[in-house]
Every structure is written in C-alpha cells, then in structure tokens.
Nanobody
Framework: VQVVESGGGLVHPGGSLRLSCAAS????????MGWYRQPPGKQRELVAS?????NYADSVKGRFTVSINDAKTMVDLRMTSLAPEDTAVYYC????????????????????WGQGTQVTVSS
C-alpha cells in the first residue's frame, strides 16, 4: 500500500487547514485510515481515525473533522480553531489486515505511513 499526503503549511491561530491522504495498491485490505501527529520533541500521537465511525483524540474533539470516501481509499482531516499546540508533523496512517491459513486462519495486521506534512500554527 502506498500512502500520499497533501496539505499542511503555516496558519495563524484560530485559522483552518485541510489535510488529504490517498492510498493505492492493495486497498482491499484496508480496515482503518487516520492521522497521527508528532509535535517537536514529543512522541507521535493519534489525532483521528475512521473506517465506519470516526474516533478523535480529546485534544481535537469539536475542532477537527475526519472523513473517508466511499471507496475507503482517501481520508481528509479538516482542522479549525487551530492553536500553537497543534503545531506538528502530521502523518497519514493506513491499517491493513490479511488472513492467512485455515483452522483457524491467522490475522496479520500492517501499518503504512505517509511521508509527513508540517503544520505550523503561529502569529
């Protein structure tokens, strides 16, 4: 699975940005798509994920909206009311699953990542 992100940039506090992510390749195996971020000097953290139902980090609830297309191959993150603490490198994440064998089949899960896009919130 290949993952390509677009969007990001510099925005003033209170502003909005949109990130987009497209997956290609073995997309039939995708079971979740989402966004993580890594602030300067900190660990990578979940921002939002979705396949059927969206899931948000508490810090972005009510400000960010994650959406996925009907084909389950593209995911968007619309960010509003941005604050300096939202500054980070944002990564698109795609999770896939493959079942192998029988009686019982074994479940293999994989994570794929985009190259990362910088979001800077500053006046």
């Amino acid at each position: 699975v290949q993952v390509v992100e677009s969007g990001g940039g510099l925005v003033h506090p209170g502003g909005s940005l949109r990130l987009s992510c497209a997956a290609s390749g073995d997309v039939w195996s995708i079971y979740e798509m989402g966004w993580y971020r890594q602030p300067p000097g900190k660990q990578r953290e979940l921002v939002a994920s979705i396949f059927d139902v969206p899931n948000y980090a508490d810090s972005v609830k009510g400000r960010f909206t994650v959406s996925i297309n009907d084909a389950k191959t593209m995911v968007d993150l619309r960010m509003t009311s941005l604050a300096p603490e939202d500054t980070a490198v944002y990564y698109c994440n795609v999770k896939t699953v493959i079942m192998r064998g029988e009686n019982p089949p074994l479940r293999f899960e994989y994570d794929y990542w985009g190259q990362g896009t910088q979001v800077t919130v500053s006046s």
